[in-house]
């Protein structure tokens, strides 16, 4: 897409009452995704050409290809590739696409110089092996658990690799060894390993949970669960999820499972009983340089370099049918605005900040138009997209691997250009692992492992009412709260005295700070900007604002007149500064009855955020307005997110704003913002965007749903981002074949 100079402009008024620290800049025109046809009576605008960048715009946060160096992985498959921390990925194992040769090699890329090289490791080295799993452990052993040898034995062996020594490890384990498998699932939490599912032979699709306990090194049993390969298996909320994979006809699966283990001693003590149903062929070989063979067999086999895949039986061959200690749910996504097709395309899936994301990245069975990157909240089941394909993204690459760290924060995918560089030759396209997009995922809103819902208190640095979606406080946050804007004489100890601007008397509840505009202002105006009396006093403790407000400290430091008349006016609208001040008393802008309970607050708080230079608070507003953006408030989130140089969130609101047009211009936010903004909202959409009715709307619509009795697939023939129907794509939908679907 070709780029004109970006020119910065400046909003004729600051929303509430500052103006940016840096100019704000226009974000990209975005392409409307409109909302399906429910009624005749609406209006959508909707696009019929690609997205064209406007004149002065910026292209915002886009992540950019990097290129490796040294020691290249070839055509690497089944591989293991983890984030290990301290900008070190480690990829393992796996087999040559074009050779056959399996590996047991240790390879590391360092993403400072780019680097990769081959690690010399030592001690109880681990055979050839692919399909397996790695995961880090304590922060500096690499955890390897089960796969399939070059003679197509599958393990059930655990070997471990100390990062720091590179020293191999085998410990010795007891109780019920699981049966071998290749391409299943494993994950580490509460010092266990759980592993889920997988392939135990040709025509052996298992469908069992069982753990490993890292203190005692003793299996549990295993329990029946749900028969997956090449799924993602997470915890979360003491639950465990599994998600994607392949199941038992061979076809990709986008139901979502989950087990429930709180209150279940079973995932808290360590199993004793059910020694006996150890796997059918008996002995272990822990100690051999290949691992246990425990599973049978194939006699069939097939090249480790065959696009196809073991064909599972139809009705798979269990071991074990205990019930799990724990309630087994699932839920299938049928459609949905924002819903990934799993069907098409090469999908990664990785959990961040109490969400799936989904990378759709391009493939041969997937148009790099229909590509994102898309985010299921587990709280509420509901699927969002966080950004187009085109804004992650380049043309001419093909992703193999995507590793994440620990944290949830950064996603690295690691692949290959699909077509030679300028000057390479081609054999430069089969090496699998060298490129690497690193995206940084706080850019789309995500708050980070570390500060979004966790099973134990104490592995959160959120507040409990920000970590269960209460707007009860609990803990150190409850108690200052209390004392928060009492008056002096009830004994609060409050020693300062905020003051802002008064919040509009005519706003009925909801509307917050943007309510509607008097009739004696001019529209052109800010509600800001308008001479209105003081808000009554906030009392607050300025030891507290000291401590959390950096601005502040600094202010006080240099004794200037608040710090004589222990005063300090704020022009921001009242229930803005409210909120801000609760955030500093509570570390939370969780809704509450009385803080933080309308969204236009909390894009007022986006805004302090970016003056004041809060990092923290600008994470949490910008994750609670993405996720909670709705029809009242879309107008003001855009025109908050732009004044605060937030691009994405910018980019997200308008393309809301664009869907749900007809809806948009009838709410307060959208009648409250200036001429300037009402037309840069406008040209949000490109040049050629135009107005079609309901009616119009409603015959796509049955078209769209005609074509997937018919056999065409639901968004088949149809602009994934605009709704309209092409007569070009159409064509190319009616002769498009999938010759087969790619697997990571």
């Known amino acids: 897409m070709a780029q004109t100079p970006s020119t910065p402009f400046s909003f004729p008024f600051s929303r509430t009452g500052f103006a940016p620290s840096t100019p704000a800049n226009a974000s990209n025109p975005l392409a409307a995704t409109p909302s399906s046809a429910g009624s005749s009576t609406n209006t959508f605008l909707m696009s019929t050409s690609p997205v064209k960048a406007r004149r002065g715009s910026s292209e915002g946060y886009r992540p950019r290809v990097i290129r490796t160096i040294g020691q290249k992985p070839a055509c690497l498959v089944n591989a293991s590739v983890t984030y ?47 399909g397996h799993t790695a995961t880090l452990w304590q922060g500096d052993k690499l955890l390897v658990f089960g796969g399939e040898n070059e003679h197509r034995t599958f393990l ?89 994979g392949m199941g038992e006809e061979m076809e990709r699966n986008g139901e979502i499972w989950w087990l429930d283990m709180k209150g279940s001693p079973a995932f808290e003590t360590q199993s004793t009983s059910n020694v006996e149903e150890q796997t059918l062929t008996g002995r272990s070989e822990q100690n051999s340089r290949y691992g246990s063979s425990q599973a049978q067999q194939p006699t069939g086999g097939y090249l480790a370099n065959s696009r196809a895949t073991p064909r599972p039986a139809s009705t798979p061959t269990l071991y074990n049918s205990a019930i799990p200690p724990g309630t087994v749910s699932s839920l299938k996504f049928v459609s949905g605005p924002s819903l990934p097709p799993q069907a098409s395309g090469s999908h990664f899936h990785v959990f961040s900040s109490g969400a799936l994301l989904d990378f759709v990245t391009p493939a041969s069975t997937i148009r790099s138009s229909e590509c994102c990157l898309s985010a299921l909240e587990l ?36 692949g290959c250009a699909t077509e030679p560089p300028p000057g390479g030759a081609p054999s430069m396209m089969d090496e699998f692992l060298s490129d690497v997009l690193p995206i940084d995922l706080k850019k789309f809103g995500l708050l980070g492992n570390h500060m979004a819902s966790q099973q134990h208190a104490d592995r959160s640095q959120l507040p409990a009412s920000d970590r269960n979606g209460r707007s009860d406080l609990t803990g150190l946050g409850a108690d200052l ?18 003051t802002a601007e008064r919040d509009s008397q005519d706003a009925p509840p909801g509307e917050g700070a943007f309510g509607p505009a008097p009739d004696a202002v001019d529209s052109t105006q800010s509600f800001a900007a308008t001479n209105q009396p003081t808000s009554p006093p906030i009392h607050v403790h300025k030891l507290i604002l000291q401590a959390r407000w950096p601005h502040f400290s600094r202010l006080y430091a240099s004794q200037m007149a608040e710090f004589h008349t222990k005063k300090m006016h704020i022009p921001e609208p009242y229930s803005v500064v409210r909120a801000f ?38 994470l949490l507003c910008i994750n609670r307005l993405s996720r909670e953006l709705d029809i009242d408030h879309a107008a003001i989130i855009w ?106």
Not at 382 to 403: M, P, V
């Open 379 to 414: 709280d509420t089941l509901r699927w969002q997209t966080l950004a187009e394909g085109s804004d992650i993204f380049s043309q001419g690459y093909r992703w193999q691997y995507c590793a994440m760290n620990e944290d949830g924060t950064k996603a690295w995918l690691l």
């Open 481 to 498: 709260v209390g004392m928060f804007d009492k008056p002096p004489e009830t004994g609060s100890g409050v020693d300062f005295m905020v």
């Open 84 to 130: 290990c921390g301290d900008n070190q990925i480690y990829a393992f194992g796996g087999f040559d696409r074009w050779t056959d040769e399996v590996y047991n090699h240790v390879l590391k890329l360092d993403l400072t110089t780019l680097q990769w090289s081959l690690v010399d490791n030592y001690g109880d080295i681990p055979g050839v092996r692919m």
């Open 639 to 744: 025109e908050r997110a732009g004044t605060a140089n937030e691009e994405w969130l910018r980019k997200r609101a308008a393309r809301f704003c664009l869907a749900h047009w007809g809806r948009i211009v009838r709410t307060a936010a959208f009648k409250r913002l200036s001429r300037q903004s009402l037309l840069e909202l406008c040209e949000e959409s490109d040049h050629d965007s135009k107005l079609i009715t309901g009616e119009e709307m409603e015959a796509i619509s049955e078209l769209k749903f005609a074509g997937s009795w018919y056999g065409r697939k639901p968004n088949e023939g149809l602009n994934s981002g605009t709704g309209i129907l092409l007569g070009e794509e159409m064509e190319d939908g009616d002769g498009e074949q999938e010759e087969g679907m790619e697997m990571n």
């Open 581 to 618: 001040l609760y955030y500093l008393y509570t570390d939370s802008i969780t809704p509450h009855p009385e803080f933080c309970a309308d969204l236009g607050d909390v894009a007022g708080l986006l805004v302090m955020a970016n003056i004041y230079d809060m990092p923290r608070l600008r």
């Open 156 to 244: 059930s062996d655990v070997v471990i690799l100390d990062l720091k020594t590179l020293y191999w490890t085998l410990p010795e384990i007891s109780g019920p060894t699981p049966r071998g498998r290749a391409r299943h699932a494993a994950t580490i939490y509460d010092d266990k390993l759980f592993v889920v599912g997988g392939l135990a032979g040709p025509n052996l699709l298992l469908d069992d949970i069982c753990y490993l306990d890292l203190k005692t090194w003793t299996w549990s049993k295993s329990w029946r669960f749900v028969g997956r390969y090449d799924h993602t298996t997470w915890i979360w909320g003491g639950r465990l999820w599994v998600f994607g």
